[in-house]
């Protein structure tokens, strides 16, 4: 994957590159608003991490910029200002996600990934998922694994679908919390731990395959583990 | 500046002045014209009370000739009080009558108009009157002298003079009042107040200004910056208060965060404590980053720049996806969470906000039932209970549990940021849950309450209700 980041901030720009590349992607970086433009618009990336506050040009009008060129890389906007009406501008610039600073490296990675296969997927949604025996309906609002039925309140189904449509791939709790539950607050208690225990209660217990894992100091993943 | 220099700078003493002016030229002129329409009628009566007595002294001339007008002169001269009455001839030399000297050139004013003439009569000495004469040729060049003193338009004038000066002491006289009127009344609470800012800018900032009650406009003006001030007053202290917690709150974990990185590093024990330190460090500076976070965020929503998101919202769907998100936490707990809600529950708010506010008074609620139900165990102890209600315009939203409560005389305090009343110093949080509820609250025109549910806290937002059914605009929007 192929990430741009439009940072000035040299060493906390430095300190992603660094760490994206670790995780085994190509990430480059622009240290201000005319460059970063101008790398967006001569190569390809899978993702773009915008800073808000950019020199020589506004992060959002970066943005807008591309996106009324036609340009549809999905963007995550990056803000020390981190609040309701801040995240609402953003995204109606044209961003795809928001993250307030200062930010876990791990929850930017989870969201970076997830826009990258939003991208590549081509936004043309699958009726069903599957992972490993744990198959998902979405028309049919059904959940069975090994064929057998798992009755699911209708919040714990959305958690499901959201979980295994990022199905490989760590999701934070902010990023259920946001997803799921449409909330950007900090909730205090871990109340999502308690909603994927819940959940995984009733997908995992009983079956020898846990297909419900839990990322240390980063969130959830579901993935198949005989794969 | 001196006092009188202040007076004149003042605007209601120069507006005062200049009404005084406009009097004063307004009275001169009604007292002039009053004068001289006087004095001309005076002088027009003297002028015909000539013209009649010639016409008389004529018609004895016709009959009787010569000598019964030098007998009805002399008749007439003779009388106490008399006007003036001569007949000369025609060098100029008088043949009868009362006057002892009046100017010849008189004489040739024979246009049978009366004019002003001075004259002495005879037998009163030098004294020089003045009188309007008029004179009538008679047969040979002979001239009779008619006329009639009007010393008395001099009175007149000296009425006039009198009014006058009249005038200009009653124009003194109300100047001088209306100086004290003002100095008493204006200028000195203008002054007062004055000096009560002048010591409220030095630093003191419990004076207020006087009010008298007596309910004038300074009163109004008083009362209506007393109350600026006490606000005023109040942010200041908040302010000072929120950087004393600010200090404490945050320099705390901060102390405690560099210590521990600083006894790592001088342990030497290598990379397993290293790693535990480096740890627990991510682990402080979340929770101080979190503790700033409410921090903005409460700034933010007091500021109430976050206004421009708020939409329709129904309160009821709110509470109940609240208590969908903590019904496994407070499960866990071993509580039981419950939502009673009255129908739809219109009001126009920021969602998110409404949510975040409530989910901390849940958060609240769960760790303190979650405290006393572990000794009481009953069904009631162990239950938190969600409510939404409308009354009378109003929507109250309810966060009641049955822990410890509050009591009546921290209720007021706990609102405040950073307070952690003492009883729950040993559980974990910011101290910024519930000041955050009040000013979201604020933002939404409405109240944070805490009341006693007996026993347990009943912590309730009140909140103006929106899109009323009365109006069509208001159902459609209700629908949607």
């Given at each position: 994957?192929?990430?741009?980041i439009?940072?000035?901030?040299?060493?906390?720009?430095?300190?992603?590159?660094?760490?994206?590349?670790?995780?085994?992607?190509?990430?480059?970086?622009?240290?201000?608003?005319?460059?970063?433009?101008?790398?967006?618009?001569?190569?390809?990336?899978?993702?773009?991490?915008?800073?808000?506050?950019?020199?020589?040009r506004?992060?959002?009008?970066?943005?807008?910029?591309?996106?009324?060129?036609?340009?549809?890389?999905?963007?995550?906007?990056?803000?020390?200002?981190?609040?309701?009406?801040?995240?609402?501008?953003?995204?109606?610039?044209?961003?795809?996600?928001?993250?307030?600073?200062?930010?876990?490296?791990?929850?930017?990675?989870?969201?970076?990934?997830?826009?990258?296969?939003?991208?590549?997927?081509?936004?043309?949604?699958?009726?069903?998922?599957?992972?490993?025996?744990?198959?998902?309906?979405?028309?049919?609002?059904?959940?069975?694994?090994?064929?057998?039925?798992?009755?699911?309140?209708?919040?714990?189904?959305?958690?499901?679908?959201?979980?295994?449509?990022?199905?490989?791939?760590?999701?934070?709790?902010?990023?259920?919390?946001?997803?799921?539950?449409?909330?950007?607050f900090?909730?205090?208690?871990?109340?999502?731990?308690?909603?994927?225990?819940?959940?995984?209660?009733?997908?995992?217990?009983?079956?020898?395959?846990p297909?419900?894992?839990?990322?240390?100091?980063?969130?959830?993943?579901?993935?198949?583990?005989?794969? | 500046?001196?006092?009188?220099?202040?007076?004149?700078?003042s605007?209601a003493?120069?507006?005062?002045?200049?009404?005084?002016?406009?009097?004063?030229?307004?009275?001169?002129?009604?007292?002039?014209?009053?004068?001289?329409?006087?004095?001309?009628?005076?002088?027009?009566?003297?002028?015909?009370?000539?013209?009649?007595?010639?016409?008389?002294?004529?018609?004895?001339?016709?009959?009787?000739?010569?000598?019964?007008?030098?007998?009805?002169?002399?008749?007439?001269?003779?009388?106490?009080?008399?006007?003036?009455?001569?007949?000369?001839?025609?060098?100029?030399?008088?043949?009868?009558?009362?006057?002892?000297?009046?100017?010849l050139?008189?004489?040739?004013?024979?246009?049978?108009?009366?004019?002003?003439?001075?004259?002495?009569?005879?037998?009163?000495?030098?004294?020089?009157?003045?009188?309007?004469?008029?004179?009538?040729?008679?047969?040979?060049?002979?001239?009779?002298?008619?006329?009639?003193?009007?010393?008395?338009?001099?009175?007149i004038?000296?009425?006039?003079?009198?009014?006058?000066?009249l005038?200009?002491?009653?124009?003194?006289?109300?100047?001088?009042?209306?100086?004290?009127?003002?100095?008493?009344?204006?200028?000195?609470?203008?002054?007062?107040?004055?000096?009560?800012?002048?010591?409220?800018?030095?630093?003191?900032?419990?004076?207020?200004?006087d009010?008298?009650?007596?309910?004038?406009?300074?009163?109004?003006?008083?009362?209506?910056?007393?109350?600026?001030?006490?606000?005023?007053?109040q942010?200041?202290?908040?302010?000072?208060?929120?950087?004393?917690?600010?200090?404490?709150?945050?320099?705390?974990?901060?102390?405690?965060?560099?210590?521990?990185?600083?006894?790592?590093?001088?342990?030497?024990?290598?990379?397993?404590?290293?790693?535990?330190?480096?740890?627990?460090?991510?682990?402080?500076?979340?929770?101080?980053?979190?503790?700033?976070?409410?921090?903005?965020?409460?700034?933010?929503?007091?500021?109430?720049?976050?206004?421009?998101?708020?939409?329709?919202?129904?309160?009821?769907?709110?509470?109940?996806?609240?208590?969908?998100?903590?019904?496994?936490?407070?499960?866990?707990?071993?509580?039981?969470?419950?939502?009673?809600?009255e129908?739809?529950?219109?009001?126009?708010?920021?969602?998110?906000?409404?949510?975040?506010?409530?989910?901390?008074?849940?958060?609240?609620?769960?760790?303190?039932?979650?405290?006393?139900?572990?000794?009481?165990?009953s069904?009631?102890?162990?239950?938190?209970?969600l409510?939404?209600?409308?009354?009378?315009?109003?929507?109250?939203?309810?966060?009641?549990?049955?822990?410890?409560?509050?009591?009546?005389?921290?209720?007021?305090?706990a609102?405040?940021?950073?307070?952690?009343?003492?009883?729950?110093?040993?559980?974990?949080?910011?101290?910024?849950?519930?000041?955050?509820?009040?000013?979201?609250?604020?933002?939404?025109?409405?109240?944070?309450?805490?009341?006693?549910?007996?026993?347990?806290?009943?912590?309730?937002?009140?909140?103006?209700?929106?899109?009323?059914?009365?109006?069509?605009?208001?159902?459609?929007?209700?629908?949607?």
């Open positions: 994957m192929r990430v741009l439009i940072e000035d901030d040299r060493e906390a720009a430095a300190y992603l590159v660094k760490a994206l590349r670790e995780a085994g992607h190509v990430a480059d970086h622009a240290a201000d608003g005319e460059q970063g433009q101008h790398m967006a618009e001569s190569a390809p990336y899978d993702v773009l991490v915008v800073d808000r506050m950019l020199p020589r506004d992060g959002l009008a970066v943005i807008e910029a591309l996106r009324s060129a036609g340009d549809t890389t999905p963007v995550l906007i990056l803000s020390a200002l981190g609040q309701v009406d801040d995240r609402v501008k953003g995204l109606r610039a044209g961003g795809d996600d928001y993250l307030p600073k200062p930010y876990a490296f791990s929850e930017l990675l989870a969201r970076v990934e997830a826009l990258a296969r939003r991208s590549r997927s081509g936004g043309e949604a699958e009726t069903v998922y599957r992972v490993g025996d744990l198959e998902l309906d979405r028309l049919r609002h059904e959940v069975r694994r090994r064929g057998v039925e798992i009755p699911l309140q209708p919040r714990e189904f959305r958690l499901l679908e959201y979980l295994m449509k990022h199905a490989g791939q760590v999701v934070t709790r902010t990023m259920l919390l946001e997803n799921v539950w449409d909330y950007h900090d909730p205090q208690t871990n109340v999502i731990d308690v909603h994927v225990s819940r959940l995984r209660s009733k997908v995992d217990k009983g079956f020898d395959a297909l419900l894992h839990t990322v240390r100091g980063a969130g959830y993943m579901i993935r198949d583990g005989a794969r | 500046m001196t006092a009188l220099a202040k007076l004149f700078r605007a003493f120069r507006v005062s002045i200049a009404s005084l002016v406009v009097f004063a030229v307004f009275a001169g002129f009604i007292v002039l014209y009053i004068g001289n329409r006087a004095s001309e009628l005076y002088l027009s009566q003297a002028e015909q009370a000539n013209n009649e007595e010639i016409a008389a002294l004529a018609d004895d001339y016709r009959a009787g000739g010569i000598r019964l007008l030098a007998m009805s002169i002399q008749e007439r001269a003779l009388t106490p009080g008399a006007s003036l009455y001569v007949l000369t001839d025609a060098l100029g030399t008088t043949l009868i009558g009362n006057v002892a000297d009046f100017p050139s008189v004489l040739g004013l024979t246009d049978g108009i009366s004019h002003a003439v001075a004259y002495r009569l005879i037998g009163e000495g030098a004294e020089t009157r003045e009188a309007m004469v008029r004179v009538f040729v008679l047969a040979g060049g002979l001239r009779l002298v008619v006329g009639r003193d009007i010393g008395e338009r001099s009175q004038w000296a009425v006039v003079r009198d009014a006058l000066w005038v200009a002491g009653l124009v003194i006289g109300l100047g001088l009042l209306s100086w004290w009127f003002i100095w008493r009344t204006v200028l000195r609470r203008v002054d007062a107040m004055a000096a009560t800012s002048q010591h409220i800018m030095s630093g003191d900032l419990t004076r207020r200004l009010v008298t009650g007596s309910g004038d406009e300074f009163d109004r003006l008083a009362a209506s910056l007393n109350a600026m001030l006490a606000r005023i007053e942010l200041l202290v908040g302010l000072k208060e929120v950087s004393d917690n600010i200090a404490h709150d945050l320099k705390t974990p901060l102390t405690r965060l560099r210590n521990r990185v600083e006894a790592s590093l001088r342990s030497g024990r290598g990379e397993p404590e290293y790693r535990r330190a480096l740890e627990a460090t991510i682990e402080d500076s979340d929770q101080l980053i979190r503790t700033f976070d409410a921090l903005l965020r409460i700034a933010r929503v007091e500021s109430a720049s976050v206004g421009d998101e708020m939409a329709p919202v129904d309160a009821a769907e709110v509470l109940r996806d609240v208590e969908e998100l903590y019904e496994p936490v407070a499960e866990e707990a071993g509580l039981g969470l419950d939502v009673v809600v129908g739809p529950l219109p009001l126009f708010g920021n969602r998110e906000l409404i949510s975040q506010a409530l989910a901390n008074l849940v958060d609240n609620a769960i760790k303190y039932a979650a405290l006393s139900a572990g000794g009481a165990a069904d009631d102890a162990a239950r938190v209970t409510r939404g209600e409308r009354r009378d315009g109003r929507i109250r939203l309810s966060v009641i549990d049955r822990g410890p409560g509050i009591s009546a005389a921290d209720r007021a305090r609102v405040q940021r950073f307070v952690r009343l003492e009883s729950s110093r040993t559980q974990p949080g910011s101290g910024l849950g519930l000041s955050l509820v009040a000013a979201v609250a604020r933002l939404h025109a409405g109240t944070l309450e805490l009341g006693d549910a007996h026993p347990g806290l009943a912590a309730t937002l009140d909140l103006p209700a929106a899109w009323a059914e009365v109006s069509d605009g208001g159902r459609r929007l209700a629908a949607e």
